[in-house]
């Protein structure tokens, strides 16, 4: 398993390649939701794969969501006890893109805080069919998290999970850029 590790105050980032429906070592996976919180393509579909039917028994009163928001749920048949759903901006069409993408990390992060959790799991969230340039979501994501960082009083460990070897490239690239100095 390839990882790259810095730290923003006193949240350790971890940046790695695996499978976000395979984090059990955290208290809670980020799911990059649809605005309906049902099974899809990407992400959700792994998540929803893995955590078997509940998950969507427990997401459909909570849906629909608006792009930036985050709602919590347990974790069903994954070897975690929560997903947080957000929805990403889609490229092109959600603007401001950057502002709303940055509102679900922030998002995802006080609400694990609110929950009393210490570990969460984040995909690369739009980056797949809604189409947010990987290298521009990698430093939106991180600068997001480093601004919350300081304020968060029991998330701990921030983990981005990839998909492929380009994404761990591209995270572990700008959280060296931001941890620099």
């Not at 809670?28 to 039917?53: E, K, Q, T, Y």
């Not at 928001?69 to 893109?97: E, K, M």
């Not at 990698?138 to 009083?153: H, K, N, S, W």
Request: hydrophobic share 45%; proline share 5%.
């Amino acid at each position: 398993m390839r990882v790259a590790d810095g730290s923003f105050g006193p949240v350790r980032i971890e940046v790695r390649i695996g499978d976000i429906a395979a984090q059990g070592d955290v208290d809670a996976v980020v799911n990059a939701a649809n605005a309906d919180l049902a099974p899809g393509s990407g992400v959700a579909g792994a998540i929803h794969r893995a955590a078997g039917p509940g998950l969507h028994a427990e997401c459909r009163p909570l849906a629909p969501i608006e792009t930036g928001q985050c709602v919590l749920t347990g974790g069903h048949d994954l070897a975690v006890a929560h997903v947080i759903h957000c929805l990403g901006p889609v490229y092109g069409r959600d603007d401001p893109a950057d502002e709303l993408l940055a509102g679900c990390y922030r998002g995802a992060l006080r609400l694990a805080d609110e929950q009393g959790l210490a570990s969460v799991a984040f995909p690369a969230i739009s980056t797949g069919v809604f189409g947010y340039p990987l290298r521009d979501a990698a430093m939106v994501a991180l600068e997001a998290v480093r601004g919350v960082a300081d304020d968060l009083t029991h998330v701990r460990v921030v983990r981005f999970v990839l998909f492929e070897e380009i994404g761990l490239s591209v995270f572990r690239d700008a959280l060296r850029r931001l941890t620099a100095g």
